[in-house]
């Protein structure tokens, strides 16, 4: 299925209306992070993040991997959903749940594992909430022959074993966030004994644990880059449209980080597709009611350089209901 599968990854950036706030090293900061992101990302994920070009050749070798995990997903319609709710409107959805870790989120890890492969590194860490993308990171770390560390938050690893059991199958190690491995880790278990854990500090603790050892972190949904690696998406559902002769006139994504939907949306934005776009948020985690858009740190420790987003504040913390950060 190779040649069903795009050759270029869309990039959004040079078709906004006007330039994306770059990433910002905080002020007064001794270090800059920014440099950082040099030492921690695969260097072609650092060019990528960076390019304003439209297009990105797709590399054979991640083509290949895409098709062997099932890519193109396929595109199905929801009848039976369009006779509950009674409506003359025809629903089609992409079934990004039919890859093997169950979710979109291996199409961003695909391509990352293999950067960092090709940068002669022998592991890649990262965080993860509910497990979709640390279950991603494994499996495609293993798929290119890395070791991987997978920092999962504390309450996610005691409430979801399943994905932890996953993820050790793809052979990585999973670690409770706060863990005792890291600096960070242990300064927050000293102030919070017990502590639950949460995304942004699991984050800090992958990063600092790939620097140590030289290896790569992998992005799970904080910078640009993941929304073009996702864009896989939307090119497919582009062509798979237009042989079903279907125009959408609405296409709706639910937003966790925004990746599969930017990554389902942004290339219909990019080929003048006049369609509503429609991005449905969690009322527990309430960024587009309620959220300011403003510079502000992705992860605990402040490590990452500061982007500006539509931020809830670093001290958020949504309720347990919500397994947010895949
Ligand atoms: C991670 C995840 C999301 C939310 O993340 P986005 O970056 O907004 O796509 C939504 N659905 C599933 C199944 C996920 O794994």
């Not at 992101?37 to 650092?46: C, D, E, H, M, Q």
């Not at 909430?129 to 499996?139: F, R, S």
């Not at 030289?214 to 559902?237: H, P």
């Not at 949306?265 to 959220?291: Q, T």
């Amino acid at each position: 299925m190779v040649d069903l599968i795009p050759e270029y990854w869309y990039n959004v950036i040079p078709d906004l209306p006007e330039p994306l706030p770059p990433p910002m090293d905080p002020p007064g900061g001794a270090d800059s992070s920014i440099g950082l992101l040099n030492r921690i990302l695969p260097r072609a994920v650092l060019e990528h993040q960076f390019t304003v070009e439209r297009w990105t050749k797709i590399p054979d070798e991640v083509r290949e991997a895409y098709a062997n995990f099932g890519r193109p997903t396929s595109v199905i319609r929801a009848r039976r959903l369009e006779e509950r709710i009674g409506t003359k409107a025809r629903i089609y959805y992409k079934y990004e749940g039919a890859l093997p870790t169950g979710s979109h989120k291996l199409n961003a890890a695909i391509p990352q594992a293999y950067f960092a492969a090709e940068d002669g590194a022998e592991g890649v860490s990262t965080e993860t909430g509910a497990g979709q993308w640390g279950a991603a990171v494994a499996l495609a770390a293993r798929f290119y022959g890395l070791q991987s560390s997978i920092f999962m938050v504390r309450s996610s690893y005691e409430q979801k074993r399943e994905r932890r059991a996953l993820m050790e199958i793809f052979g990585a190690e999973v670690h409770p966030s706060p863990s005792e491995l890291t600096g960070f880790g242990r300064s927050m278990l000293a102030a919070e004994p017990g502590s639950p854990g949460s995304l942004g500090a699991a984050m800090s603790e992958a990063i600092e644990y790939a620097l140590a050892r030289g290896w790569r972190y992998l992005v799970g949904s904080v910078l640009d880059v993941v929304l073009m690696y996702q864009s896989v998406i939307g090119l497919e559902a582009l062509a798979q449209m237009e042989e079903l002769g279907e125009e959408p006139s609405l296409i709706v994504g639910c937003v966790g980080g925004g990746s599969n939907f930017a990554g389902m949306a942004y290339p219909f934005m990019g080929a003048g597709r006049k369609a509503r776009f429609l991005a449905v948020g969690p009322r527990e985690v309430p960024k587009f009611s309620a959220g300011r858009y403003e510079y502000d740190f992705p992860d605990s420790a402040g490590i990452l350089p500061m982007v500006k987003m539509l931020t809830l504040g670093r001290s958020f913390r949504p309720p347990p209901i919500y397994s947010g950060g895949g």
